[in-house]
């Protein structure tokens, strides 16, 4: 069932069967053994050779030799064949098909003599293109005489389908490989460069705590030693309620001894008044005498102000804000040396310490977000209302502006001496500027650029 000038309906339905064989080959071997093997019954040859060409050059690699399962290497029929192949890729024009005659052909003559041992009169070339141009293979028909026109017209279309499922099949090429990576490479920079400009809105972390954003310091009134602690650390307290009070023992001892001067001053100013209507001399001792009996009355009077002041008591209502109490109890304080906070539960703030290595541009009002360690699922949200002009060194050594920031709509869980991680929000920059201003800010220090 050969394919003539007008092809049967067999044939048409044979040429469909090559068709679905090459479409439903999953390897590239199988492929060019379906080429080389199924047109036999509709164009006749002696024999099909499939090679597949390296782009750029080099010797063609036989895949494939029609009536052979796998041809032997080292053969002397396939050590000429490679360089005929050689020869025949380099005839390859853009046409579809090329018709090699031998007495035709200029060839060289060690190609001449083995043709005339092994080849017949003429070889029909079929190249192997991708949709580029780019050469992936050729198929070699031995055959006796040319085939006609029409019957190469016919086909074309088996050559495409052949052409198509080898490049589906076939490995890129190397070039190929590194085009498409530096294409995929140019895509991915130009993504990224693209994701840079994307503005973002900058933040920054720091600790924070809740405090009370009106909070009376408690501090000693006078120089003494704390003999005892009236609440606890976090208690709340009534206005009016003592919070802690200081050794009287030493204020006692001096009030008793002014007392008794004061007794004393008053009976030489008695005596002194009655000597007087007889004695000049006397008379002239009671501005003195009078004197010193109002400086122990006004010492006295001083000593036992200080004992009222040594109770301390609220001036508020309030929570008292202290460390533990047995910190305190015993030790020496000096006028003026705070011992507490009392604070105002009812008007909740955050303070916030903002190290210097993370600080960003805050404006007016910058809302905040403030994360509880107690509880990360219920966070807080404000705004910055004052932020320290100096930096100052924290207890853990690390230098940090001080901000102060409302709480807005503060829920139950909020309560005085809580703990977390307060986010603040800046301006809007671009993504690249947000990612790398630390790294540039780090290399200008330590360039001076």
């Known amino acids: 069932m050969t394919i003539d000038r007008l092809p049967s309906q067999h044939a048409l339905l044979a040429l469909a069967a090559v068709r679905d064989k090459a479409m439903a080959a999953e390897t590239l071997n199988a492929l060019s053994f379906s080429i080389a093997n199924d047109l036999y019954p509709l164009m006749p040859y002696r024999q099909a050779l499939v ?62 003599e083995g043709w005339s041992e092994w080849w017949p009169e003429g070889v029909l070339c079929v190249p192997m293109r991708r949709k580029n141009g780019e050469l992936m293979g050729m198929v070699l028909f031995l055959m006796e005489e040319r085939p006609g026109d029409d019957v190469l017209g016919l086909m074309q279309g088996v050559w495409q389908c052949w052409a198509y499922c080898w490049a589906s099949l076939a490995r890129p090429t190397r070039r190929h490989f590194l085009r498409s990576r530096k294409r995929m490479l140019a895509g991915v920079a130009l993504v990224i460069a693209l994701l840079m400009l994307v503005p973002v809105r900058q933040s920054a972390l720091a600790p924070a705590e809740i405090v009370s954003r009106q909070a009376q310091v408690i501090s000693a009134p006078l120089d003494g030693v704390i003999a005892q602690m009236h609440v606890r650390p976090n208690e709340k307290v009534p206005a009016g309620a003592p919070l802690f009070s200081l050794d ?202």
């Not at 060409?53 to 052979?68: A, N, R, Y």
């Not at 192949?85 to 090329?98: F, H, I, M, R």
């Open 51 to 112: 090679f597949s060409l390296k782009e750029g050059g080099g010797k063609p690699s036989l895949l494939c030799v029609s009536g052979l399962a796998r041809p032997a290497e080292d053969s002397p029929y396939l050590v000429w064949l490679r360089d005929a192949a050689s020869w025949a890729s380099g005839q390859l024009t853009d046409a579809p098909s090329l018709w090699l005659a031998r007495e035709e052909a200029e060839l060289p003559p060690d190609i001449a």
């Open 248 to 449: 009287e023992t030493t204020l006692r001892n001096r009030a008793e001894v002014l007392m008794q001067e004061v007794v004393v001053a008053d009976a030489e100013l008695l005596s002194a008044s009655q000597r007087a209507f007889d004695n000049p001399q006397s008379k002239s001792e009671l501005a003195l005498l009078g004197g010193r009996a109002q400086q122990r009355r006004a010492e006295l009077a001083a000593v036992q102000a200080q004992l009222q002041r040594a109770h301390v008591k609220a001036p508020a209502d309030g929570v008292a804000v202290f460390s533990d109490p047995n910190d305190w109890i015993g030790k020496p304080v000096s006028t003026g040396e705070r011992i507490m906070l009392l604070a105002d539960p009812g008007d909740l703030a955050m303070r916030i310490e903002l190290p210097v290595a993370d600080a960003i541009a805050l404006d007016e009002g910058a809302a905040v977000t403030l994360f509880l360690t107690a509880y990360p699922l219920s966070p807080l949200e404000g705004e910055v209302l004052e932020t320290s002009y100096q930096a100052r060194t924290t207890g853990d050594g690390v230098a940090a502006y001080r901000l102060t920031a409302s709480i807005e709509d503060a829920q139950p869980h909020a309560r005085l001496g809580l703990h977390g991680t307060a986010k603040l929000y800046g301006g809007r920059v671009v993504l690249g500027y947000y990612l790398f201003r630390r790294p540039v800010a780090a290399l200008r220090a330590w360039s001076g650029w």
